[in-house]
């Protein structure tokens, strides 16, 4: 099958299908709702299911029980919809039980705006529920990287047994774009008949696995929180990803940005070169693990001057930019919240601004 046009949410349901995941548990809300809207067409055409839940916390623990049963499940919804399912995505780690869910970031906090944003950079990668644990965050600049990047999360969540959320803004979810299906990305479960609750006479096993999450032995919690760490550091060893872009020059300015985001700068940064001012960018395809050292290396660059984290967020990225330059140079701060996008000519006037400082210092400046 060669390339076809769809739209970024419909596009996110068939990569799920052509990844081998057959059940999706959702409740709508704006801007993804065309996910459901397009599985509870599309699943029946391949033997799947599609049930709406009366509430996101209702679909979280209808997630929870298909991943304890070792099937490959997920669910997609935006900002408001996440908080409601942070409950139930601590328990689905606790019980390192592989799922994927997908948020289609909204403007907030509370009910905020259906416009696109940045702004659930903390609730993803920094825990939105409550414990010790860790999500693997994804992060799309287009609706092609999308797919690609909702096929590889199953396995990823199975090899770790532990959820990964793809995150990625409202444009993404809207916009059109020709994509294909990769075919070696679909794939099937592993070996979930060593952990999954799927029935003893199902195992051909005299043992049974039980799914838990709660232990009060302060010790056996302790160490069931060291191996969850554990894997969360095998994470940040071998699941780092990121794109350069423009580091082969001897750039003044140091962007790094992330989906849809990273592509206006990309066009910032095309033009600024024209005019004759280098600046470079690292975009983070992981946000968690967050490219540290390549951003530590990029921001080291002798010809660097500073570090701007660009953003639809108030800079809830700046402080792991920070965490990975070290203080080897200046961090800066521009983006806007609410559902307006940055144009490229905004970004140019804001970077040249920060590079022509004469005692750049570390400041978190906004767009006004």
């Known amino acids: 099958m060669g390339k076809v046009l769809m739209k970024g949410n419909e596009a ?55 991943a304890a049963c070792g099937e490959r499940v997920f669910t997609t919804s935006s900002s408001p919809g996440i908080s409601l399912m942070s409950e139930g995505i601590s328990y689905i780690a606790a019980a390192q039980c592989p799922a994927v869910f997908v948020n289609i970031m909204r403007g ?6 259906i416009l696109p944003s ?29 797919v690609e990047m909702v096929m590889r999360a199953f396995p990823l969540a199975e090899e770790y047994r532990n959820p990964v959320i793809i995150l990625g803004d409202g444009l ?20 979930k008949d060593e952990w999954a609750t799927n029935g003893m006479a199902t195992r051909k096993s005299g043992r049974p696995n039980i799914v838990r999450t709660l232990i009060l032995d302060p010790n056996t919690l302790n160490e069931h929180n060291l191996h969850l760490k554990e894997k969360y550091e095998r994470m940040k060893r071998d699941e780092v990803r990121y794109e350069p872009y423009n580091l082969e020059a001897d750039y003044r300015g140091l962007i790094v940005s992330y989906g849809t985001m990273s592509r206006v700068c990309r066009s910032a940064i095309d033009a600024l070169k024209e005019q004759g001012v280098e600046v470079g960018m690292v975009r983070p395809q992981t946000l968690f693990p967050f490219p540290e050292k390549a951003i530590e290396e990029a921001a ?3 010809s660097c001057e500073v570090v701007v984290s660009i953003e639809m967020s108030m800079g809830q990225m700046v402080e ?19 559902g307006d996008v940055p144009t490229p000519e905004e970004i140019m006037e804001a970077m040249k601004s920060f590079m022509s400082s004469e005692s750049p210092h570390l400041v978190h400046s906004s767009t006004g």
């Open 12 to 66: 996110i349901g068939e990569a799920a299908i052509r990844a081998g995941c057959l059940n999706y548990f959702a409740y709508p809300i704006t801007p993804q709702s065309e996910v459901a809207e397009y599985l509870s067409r599309r699943l029946p055409e391949v033997g799947g299911v599609f049930l709406q839940g009366e509430s996101e916390v209702a679909v979280s623990y209808m997630i929870f029980g298909a």
């Open 108 to 113: 907030g906090p509370g009910l905020g705006g």
């Open 118 to 146: 940045q702004a659930d950079y903390f609730q993803a990668t920094k825990g939105g529920g409550h414990g010790d644990y860790r999500l693997l965050v994804m992060a799309p600049a287009g609706v092609q990287e999308a």
């Open 172 to 191: 993404i979810g809207q916009m059109m774009e020709p994509v294909e299906f990769p075919d070696h990305l679909s794939s099937k479960p592993s070996n």
């Open 300 to 302: 080291s660059k002798e």
């Open 320 to 338: 792991d930019v920070e965490r990975s330059v070290r203080g080897r140079r200046p961090v800066e701060w521009y983006g806007t919240c609410g």
